[in-house]
């Protein structure tokens, strides 16, 4: 009985005697059990009943008089067979028992007859499982809230217990040990919880959380079961399972992996750091968590990123004998772990022989080859990627992805790899059988091999299913002997009913969504994503075959369904498109029309009328606008087949009237619907769990006549989305859901006559559902669980059989026929060819997403008078609607081909006529001429471009304004950030003649709360500076006397105090407007307060040093705006002297800046902007409004007649000024035309004086154009004095600043070296606390270890006693022998002692396959090993044995006290074992105690190392001096070594260095004396050594004289008369060459001025692009500073970090190719100079 269905369970007898009821009286008690029942259903039925009513409902029935009464028939189903494979563990269950779950079933397989049993899941899909082929029994969990683990027999499938957990959602790993009743589970989230279970006990031992973790892979030690191995994807811990008598501990053990190389590092404890090394600067070297400033748990388990290296990925383990773990791992390495130790060990592969090698590389190159063949991957064979590992005696087996069992020998971290087995498929499992004589290998694509070590075979194959969940299966006619199923992968399958054999398996190697198998003939018809419809021959069922495809569309084929008479085949696809075929292989299922729905399509069901010879097609849709369903019922006439053009158009669609198509809408959404053959119709609401019935019929009609309403609502006890089935005889309704329950109802009366949960709603509940002809068996089909049932009757009236059986008969004989013909035809069918080509390549599925056109749907194009089709693939690869299409468009084509050509011509005649009127358009006047517009013959067209371009406009300028506005934002928050928040901006000043730049500083204006805090530093050091002078004055007892005396010293050492003040205050920022007599003395700074306020103070002085430099960079800047004003009123008159000289002159006009005048920058000038600027409609109007204007005032301007005479007459003035005298001319006299011989004499005086006045005036122009070269020369150097000398200002402003920044840099310096104390003070107060939690920690479990301890000494003690006390009576028993048998003669009481202590023998033969035969056994072993000892006595305590002459009583009497002496030997041995792990367990105990204390004490010792730290730190103070340059001198950069120095008064060095000065003067003074005396000898030689010289020249000159040569110039001089003239012309000669070569020098100066000139204006070109460059620079530094404030806000360092990585390591690997590269070439230019010598050597000629 299940929550969700009421059932009442009556006799069969009873049924038999009374009848059933009516299907009146049946309602009526329905209703009336149920109660409120039907009150809460209302009249639409849209509420469900709950499992507390329900409950009710059923006591109610039970003590209602009615339960006499038969109210229905019990029918019962059960599993014939289930199918399928599941990818989750497989497991021996014995050694000729192979198990693995499937679905909500455990099927076990038998490997030598291959027959299948199976064990159900009550609760649903199988979760985890485990299986122990020792023991002989499996566990398994279910997928459901709060699983539970049940643990079952084999093969009695008896159900011996249920482990109840803590987990909440499912179970992900199960492990048995191998010894002793132990399973380990791992729950998945949120718990990830290890658990230890004792199932015989029932008794959860112990358990360890680990969040967040999953497993991958968990198995027990088999030599010790209390070590379990927990492997995941990064990680491998071994766990050790510690006892206690009764108490049972999970003690945790990471395994260090290697890192991806394969290298092993030692492991680095950063909280407790080996070494502590000082350093007298940087203070000690503390741990990297207290650095991060962590405290508590997670600074024990901080670790740095750049410490993180990543490790190998595990895939597989095994153990071995020796209690070793074998690891595979990703990167292909294999791992030997001791798991005591937990020590790693890297395996390496032995070197083979040099023959072994070639043969090796021979194959992996055949290997490789065969493989690129086949389009995969090459694969390593050296270092294959392990996926599955198997241990045995010999060695190791392991498998991948290779598809190949390799077998390891492993020696000393060494191993030899042979390849046992290739079955070309990847391995995802190895097992051993129990015996180690078998091998499974299951592989990922569902095929499971056996391999035999010791015979060294092939793999045989033991199963072949398949890995794919099933889509659909369907019976093959006549639907009592075969059935098919096919995959999702397109795999198809051939069972054999009776048993679930698989026959035959045919692979279509394509996406499949569809089945069905044919009625009329033994074929089957499967649907691909493609559109592609196959069909398979099935008469052999050994040897299925496709023998023909079909393509109708490029739709997905959602279904396909046949008429019970198998004439037709109805396909629904995607997109509301139903195609009918036809079925019979004689047609070559032949496309016979189809039909288009416009809504989408739900479920689809067919209908045969044998009677009217009709098939009818229900179509179940989906309205979308209203919350309804939509029928649509069309008919098919067996006409259709024989007659088809009358039925479909030219496109090949069905035509309306000639189907008889008929629509219903219902009154509530359906998901499935089935029609009976009376016009009733069942289907599965959605909104609600009920099954509607519905009568088409106009008198159920709504008020609304196409709308109809329910019949009757019959309660779904199911839950999900769900479909309806009808059986072939129309009597039973099969309703299936998400929930995996399959329920079949009475289609009369929708009783219920059975239900069974075949799948699970984990498993995503049912996919298909499928009644045989005769009724006996249903195919159920899971969605996702992989899993196949074939139910069959178990219990059922024999009336429903009779029923069904008939018409099964009678079906058969309409059908007997057309089958045997149709099969003939199919066999004589030749088998289908693949085209690679056409499925794969052509067809690619991305071609299949797309929708295709629908068929009147024809693109036409009218230029050359050609017609393009759509569909132009070549008719093998065109779909069955292409055709059509196709053909339609040809058979228009030629029927309009006249048309067209006439149109086309009309066409291009209007366009001609079109043309030659735009072009005489454009030749008349612009009055007469028409708009563009108006030749456009497409007006609408054109208005939707406009629109588009509109739009597209709009769109542009709204991404623009927002683009505009988000820069404006960024402006203002830069702006309010970098300029408003200022208070002194930052601006600069500029020599005019140099380079020289000197910037102020830009200074915030402090908040408020760092003036409260520097006031209050401020007044705190006030108040202890008048502390101080208080307590000095207290502390004054000297007498006057020795004041007075000492009051000299003390004048002398203040004048030496205050030149030394600046060497022990550390600065100079007294002497820069800074306050230092407000600080600390440098020596006092020992508390934390004391450096905060110290670091107040120096901030404060920086800030007033750089106020002081901003008041005198102020005078400077204004100084200079000055300058430049005097400039600019000089610069005035300068051209007007310009002006009044007529030349053309630059003038030097001096500006400010933008780094003078920043805020020039904030405002954009109309000049910077380059791009004309947009203007709307109104500004352009008002713009050209205004330009008007202006051009009437000009003309109005130019017409003055006033101005026109005063022009005219006086030049324009009425003055005329001395400046114009330059201007002033005079007018020649006008006889001055005629020839100067007709003058007469009044014209030759007026020429004279004419003459005169031009003489005088232009003297005076000469005169005032002196007078105005002079003035300018002064003008111009003024300016360049005053600009000058405010260069030297800048630049001693300059040499200011410099200091200044010194000075800042001091005060900067000293802050740091604060700053860093404070840091350093912080981190060892967080290493403190740290080790404080980690201290109390270690207490707790102190604590805890000891109270562990003293328990576990208390329980010793009593278990002691226990096992001394059954250690004496064992004891005695041997000691009471004698007495209890005292009555036995002595010769046979000797006999019957040594049959006492005679024991069995070990009759259980060594297993020397199993690697594991010797493994130590538990505790619990103990009544185990008792049971079998007392097997083994059976024979020693049979009569045989007996001594002679002994009575048979006393033997067995003899016989029950020697078991009893054997069970308390038995039970001394188990209590010894017991004492002996109570014993490890409290020495384990014991010694983490002392492991703890011994962490304790080093903890103490840390503690006191960081206090004496901490007091270094405050005392040995970091002190600033200022030196002066030369005062230290070291000849190396580093810094000595001041540890033993000491601080001395400066009076001792001053009268040391006094000493040594004195005697250094005497020293020079002896030198002086000596270097005089030595200087005199000097003088004297000198002498000698001048009038030797002399004596030499002279000598010299003589023989000069006496040998003089006569050139030709003396011989000249001596012979010419004249000689200064002949000189003199010579001269005058050179001279004319030189003018010559002047000239040409001045031409070659003015050419080259010419070039300076065109350098020049090249240079201002290039400053005004360098100009434009810089601005985009700055707003290039704007956006990298937004940038940068938007990485830091994002806080993405992790991520940089990541891509730092990522980009160091490709620079890593690129330097290494670009080395690879380099070694290269250098070997390739070697080998090609040895190939260039040896074919020298060899071809010399050449």
Known sequence: MTCGSIMVNFS????????????????????????????????????????????HLQLAVNANPFDKRTLMFIHTLSESWVQGFSKKNFGFINNQTVCYPCGNYILFLDIETKKTTMLQCQTGRVGAFAANGNSQVLAFSDQKLNPIIYIYTFPELN???????????????????????????????????????????????????????????????????????????????????????????????????????????????????????????????????????????????????????????????????????????????????????????????????????????????????VQKKKGGKPKDLQKPVLFTMAFCNEGMYAAGSEGILFFYHIKDLQ????????????????????????????????????????????????????????????????????????????????????????????????????????????????????GQIYFLDVTKVEAPRVVHRIFPSKFPVLSLHYDQSGQFLIARATEGHIFVLDARPSKLFQVLGYVVLADEVLDLSVVSDFKNDLVEVVVLLNVAEVQRARLEIFCLSSALTTDNDKYVNEQGMLNASAIKKEQYDLDYPLSSAVRLKDNIVYGYCTCAPFICKYHLSEENMLEDPSVFLSEKRTPSNQFGSGFLCLSPNSRWLASAAKDGVLFIYHTFTMDILAEKHCHSYQGGGIRSVVFSLDGKFILVNGENDGALVCLKWKKIKKIEVKEAAFHWRSLLAILNKSTSNENVVLKSMAEWQFDPESTSESLPEEKFKEVPLKSSNVELTEEDGNVTSVYSASTNDMTWIGQKVKKVIREETQRFANQKKELQMGIKKLRKTIQKMMHENEQVPDIEKLEQEEFNLDIEEQERAQAEAEQEVARVRKKIEMENLANRYLQDVIKHGCWDA????????????????????????????????????????????????????????????????????????????????????????????????????????????????????????IYKVKTAFNKEFDIVARQKEQEIARVKERNLRIREILAQLDLQVKVWEPALTDDEIPERALTVQDSEIKVEKYLTQEEREKAEMLAELEIERCLAAMDNERLRALNDMMGGVLEVKKEDILKMDIPPPPFISKPEHVWNDEEKKIFREHEKKVKKLSEEKEKYRRALENELKKLEASIQETTQNFDQIVCKLSERKVKLEMVIYQEELKIVNLVYALMLNEELDTREAGLHNFLMKKEKEKVKTARTIQTTKNKIEAYIDTYENAKAEEKN????????????????????????????????????????????????????????????????????????????????????????????????????????????????????????????????QELTWLQEEKMKLQLNLTVQFLLRQGQVELESTEIPDYTDAILINKSVVEELNCSIMAQGEKKIASMVECKDFSKGIFQLEWEHKKMRMQIEDLKQKARDIVTLPISKDRQLFLTVLNYDSHIAHRVSVMEQALGIMDKLHKKNVKNRQKRIKELERCISLKERANYELSLELKEMLVSVSERRHIFEAADTQHVSEKIAKQRYREILKQKHLQGLVKEQEEQFEILQAEVERLRSRTFPLL
């Open 12 to 55: 069969t007898a009873l049924f038999e005697t009374s009848g059933a009821l009516s299907y009146t009286s049946q309602e009526e008690l329905w209703y009336l059990m149920k109660g409120k029942t039907r009150q809460a259903m209302g009249e639409q039925g849209t509420s469900r009943l709950s499992c507390g009513s329900i409950r």
């Open 159 to 369: 159900k011996l217990t249920e482990l109840k957990g803590s987990a909440q959602l499912d179970y992900t790993l199960l492990a048995f040990s191998f010894t002793g009743p132990y399973l380990a589970s791992y729950s998945s989230i949120p718990e990830f919880v290890l658990s230890v279970w004792n199932w015989q006990e029932n008794i959860l031992l112990c358990s360890a959380s680990q969040p967040g973790v999953t497993a991958t892979s968990l198995s027990f030690n088999p030599m010790n079961w209390q070590q379990l191995c927990f492997v995941n994807e990064s990680s491998v811990t071994v766990w050790h399972i510690e006892r206690n008598n009764d108490e049972h501990h999970l003690t945790r053990n990471p395994v260090k992996l290697p890192d991806g190389q394969g290298s092993v590092s030692s492991r680095k404890d950063l909280f407790f750091p080996v070494s502590r090394s000082e350093d007298p600067y940087h203070g000690p070297d503390l741990p990297v968590s207290a650095i991060a400033g962590l405290v508590g748990d997670e600074a024990e388990t901080f670790v740095p990123s750049n410490y993180i290296k990543p490790s190998v990925h595990p895939t597989a383990h095994c153990w071995t004998a020796t209690s070793e773990i074998y690891v595979g791992c990703k990167e292909g390495y294999i791992l030997a772990i001791d798991a005591e130790t937990r020590s790693v060990s890297v395996l390496q592969q032995k070197p083979l022989p040099e023959y072994m090698r070639k043969i090796s590389d021979v194959v992996s190159y055949v290997r490789r080859e």
């Open 415 to 530: 191993y030899e790899m042979k390849i046992c087995a290739d079955i070309l498929k990847p391995i995802s499992s190895l097992i051993f059988c129990p015996d180690y004589t078998i091998l499974l290998l299951v592989t990922e694509q569902g095929t499971v091999y056996t391999y035999k070590p010791a015979h060294s075979g092939e793999a045989v194959k033991l199963l072949d299913a398949c890995s794919s969940c099933f889509l659909a299966a369907d019976f093959l006619t006549p639907g009592n002997k075969y059935c098919v199923s096919v995959t999702i992968s397109g795999e198809v399958q051939v069972w054999f009913l009776e048993d679930g054999t698989c026959l035959s398996k045919l692979n279509l190697d394509i996406e499949a969504t569809a089945m069905a198998c044919c009625p009329s003939s033994n074929s089957v018809a499967v649907g691909t994503k493609r």
């Open 982 to 1101: 200022m208070c002194v901006k930052g601006r600069a000043v500029k020599c005019f003649h140099m380079d020289g730049e000197v910037k102020n500083y830009p200074l915030k204006e402090r908040s408020e709360e760092e003036l409260e805090t520097l006031e209050k530093v401020l007044r705190l050091k006030k108040i202890e500076t008048a502390d101080l002078k208080v307590q000095k004055k207290n502390l004054e007892i000297e007498s006057e006397i020795v004041l007075s005396k000492e009051e000299g010293k003390k004048a002398e050492e203040v004048t030496a105090d205050d030149t030394a003040s600046y060497c022990l205050i550390g600065s100079l920022s007294s002497q820069y407007g800074g306050d230092t007599s407000i600080l600390y003395h440098q020596w006092d700074l020992h508390t934390r307060e004391q450096k905060v306020n110290q670091i107040v103070l120096l901030k404060d002085i």
């Open 1373 to 1500: 028993l041997e000691c009471g022998f004698t007495k209890e048998f005292a009555d036995v003669p002595a010769n046979l009481l000797d006999e019957l002692f040594q049959l006492y202590k005679h024991r069995p023998k070990d009759n259980q033969l060594l297993d020397t396959a199993n690697p594991y035969g010797d493994s130590s056994g538990s505790a619990e072993d103990y009544k185990g090993a008792l049971t079998l000892l007392m097997k083994a006595m059976d024979e020693l305590d049979s009569p045989e044995h007996m001594p002679n002459g002994l009575d048979a009583s006393i033997w067995e009497h003899f016989c029950l006290a020697r078991r009893n002496k054997m069970e308390s030997e038995e039970l001394v041995k188990w209590k010894a074992l017991t004492l002996a792990e109570m014993q490890a367990f409290l020495q384990r105990r014991m010694d983490d105690n002392e492991k703890i204390k011994s962490e304790i004490e080093d903890i103490f």
